[in-house]
Each structure stands twice: as C-alpha cells, then as structure tokens.
C-alpha cells in the first residue's frame, strides 16, 4: 500500500470555498529518488526547495523521458498546482493514478486539483478513493470537509475539520474549515435560532473566533490574511455582550423604529480565476450598517473562492444607506448582505 502524503499549508484560496479553500502544498513523503542525479531526482529536490518553475522544467523532461514513473508525474502535478496550472495538474495526477491505482497520495492530489477547478461531485469522489485506502489521510478528510461545507452540510463538515484537528494538529487549513462551519449555522438568520438561545449562538462564535485565531497563528502568510483578521474582530464584536443600556450596541431589525434604508448597492467584479475555474454561487455577509452611515465589520457566513468574497466585501463597503433610527436617533443596525455569482 502507498501511504498518504503530508499536507502543508501554502496560503489561502479560497475558494475557499463555501470555503475560502487554502492553497496548500501536498507533499509526497522523502523520495530516495532526491538523491540521484536525474531530472526526476532534480525535480523533487527543486519542488522540496520551493523552486516551482524550476521544478515543473525537470519533471516535464522527467516523465517525457520515463512515462511510466509515477511519482515523476505525481510530484509534477503538485508543482503544477502551485502554479495554479490546474487542469494540466489534474492530468498529471491521472496519469500517476494510472500507474498506481492504490496511490493514495495521488487520489488526494488529484482531488485537491479537482477542488480548485470547482468540480466537487469529482474531488469528493478522490478524495473517498484515497480514505478507502489510507482511512487516516488527513488531506482527504479536509478536502471533503470543504465540499460538504459548499454544500451546505455544515454538521459533517465541522466533524471533518475536527477529524483533521485529530489526525494533524498543525494543520492550520482544518482551524479555518472549523472556523467557517461553525459561522455557517448563522447564515440563514442574523440572531439566534428559533431553537437556540442567543448566548448558544454567540458562544458559537466565540467557539469560531478561537478556531480561526488558531489558523492565524499557524499559517501567518496566508494569502487572504487581511480578511480573516477582520473576521476574527467581527466574531469578537458578534459574541460580545453589551448591555441594553449602551448607546453604542448594534441593534437587530426588530429593535430600531426605522430600518436602515439602501440607497446604492455597487456590484462585485467577477475575478478572471473564477471565471476560468467556473465558480458560482452565492456570497452572505453579515456586517454592520453603522450610524455614521460606513459599513464595516464583515463576517463571511458564506464564502466563494478566487476571490469572490473579497470582491463582495469591496462592494459592500462602497453601499449607500440611510442609517437605521431609534426616536429619530441614527443607531447602528446589523445587516446581512447577500452577492449572487453566476456565468451566462
């Protein structure tokens, strides 16, 4: 049996996709073949060292040379994918996969692949592919988790993140899946649920501010830091307590005389990656349409990835609104934004 590869994280992509999808890199265990003076050798040495372009220069002459090498062409499409060359990538795992059909390492690559090209019947069906065979890869436990999560099944997601947590806890990825499955079950409200009290709803919060703290710590260069750093401090916002008598509280709809009131709301731009990986679907934001009349303090209840959700935070900022009142006094009033991505 082939065992399974270690996952490191290279930043975020979101796709994440719901989840803002990490960009990570699937490693392949030490390779004896490192040592030897050949292209294969020279490409994973390459790739090890983080020289990608190099490294996808060796291992396309490697698997040119040798089409039978499997794990030439595995460690090509992990290069491949740190290039965002996703479909060549995905190409390049098939073809190991052909060569070793119980490559478990390589269903997981490939399914990771899949994930970034949007096509997730296809990556959940790898990702299953490499569990039958090593039942303890992390990778193909967050890579479901992730699409469970686009779809909505936000319990099994959560059980996947934490699953990860117990297989891999350095695995910094599998804190911001926990983080977003937990944020999710608000999406379809803005306070708590009908079954729920709102000191449970916000101790989810709190429960999701720590996970994502902890994503934070162990991956400090992820690509999107910005925007999970605002929404670590919107769960902090969220899950405080203030007292009724504060002037300063953020009020729900049902608590203001008049409802905050949109003048303009400016649409997101659709991101060439997205649009060349197909994404579509729907942005939910939960933020605070303030008194002073700015948006601000954005948690993302529901994530697109390539960049969709940053544009929707960036149009979001730029809405015109009339402040919600209280006896005529503007207040602060929360808010939940949706931006629908579709390609015609």
């Not at 390049?92 to 269903?107: I, M, R």
């Not at 449970?200 to 925007?227: F, G, H, I, V």
């Not at 991101?271 to 994404?279: G, L, S």
Request: aromatic content about 8%; overall charge positive; glycine content about 4%.
């Amino acid at each position: 049996m082939v065992r399974s590869s270690t996952l490191w994280c290279w930043g975020v992509l979101l796709s994440l996709i719901m989840c803002s999808v990490p960009r990570v890199i699937l490693a392949y265990p030490q390779s004896s073949a490192a040592t030897r003076a050949d292209e294969k050798g020279q490409g994973i040495k390459l790739y090890q060292q983080g020289n990608i372009n190099e490294a996808i220069e060796a291992l396309r002459k490697a698997v040119k040379e040798n089409k039978q090498d499997y794990e030439a062409w595995h460690f090509l499409g992990l290069a491949l994918i740190n290039q965002k060359h996703l479909k060549e990538a995905s190409k390049s795992f098939e073809a190991a996969l052909k060569l070793q059909p119980h490559f478990a390492a390589g269903h997981a690559g490939l399914a990771y692949s899949l994930l970034l090209r949007n096509r997730s019947s296809e990556a959940l069906r790898e990702a299953q592919a490499a569990l039958n065979i090593d039942p303890e890869i992390p990778d193909a436990h967050y890579i479901i988790g992730v699409v469970r999560l686009r779809a909505g099944k936000k319990q099994e997601a959560l059980a996947d993140a934490e699953a990860v947590i117990k297989l891999r806890p350095q695995f910094g990825p599998a804190y911001l899946l926990k983080s977003e499955a937990l944020v999710s079950f608000s999406g379809d409200v803005l306070l708590a649920r009908e079954n729920e009290s709102l000191e449970a709803n916000k101790e989810r919060y709190r429960e999701a501010a720590t996970a994502l703290e902890k994503y934070l710590q162990l991956t400090p260069n992820t690509e999107y830091r910005d925007t999970w750093v605002e929404q670590l401090e919107s769960l902090r916002i969220f899950s405080a307590n203030y007292p009724k008598s504060d002037p300063n509280r953020v009020l729900s709809g049902k608590e203001v005389t008049n409802k905050a009131r949109v003048l303009s709301k400016p649409e997101p731009a659709y991101t060439e990656e997205a649009r060349h990986n197909q994404v579509t679907g729907t942005v939910v934001l939960r933020c605070i349409f303030a008194s002073d009349g700015t948006v601000k303090h954005f948690l993302v209840l529901n994530s697109l990835p390539d960049g969709l959700t940053e544009m929707s935070i960036k149009a979001a900022r730029k809405i015109k609104f009339v402040p919600a009142t209280v006896n005529g006094r503007p207040v602060s009033m929360f808010m939940q934004l949706e931006y629908n991505f579709a390609l015609y």
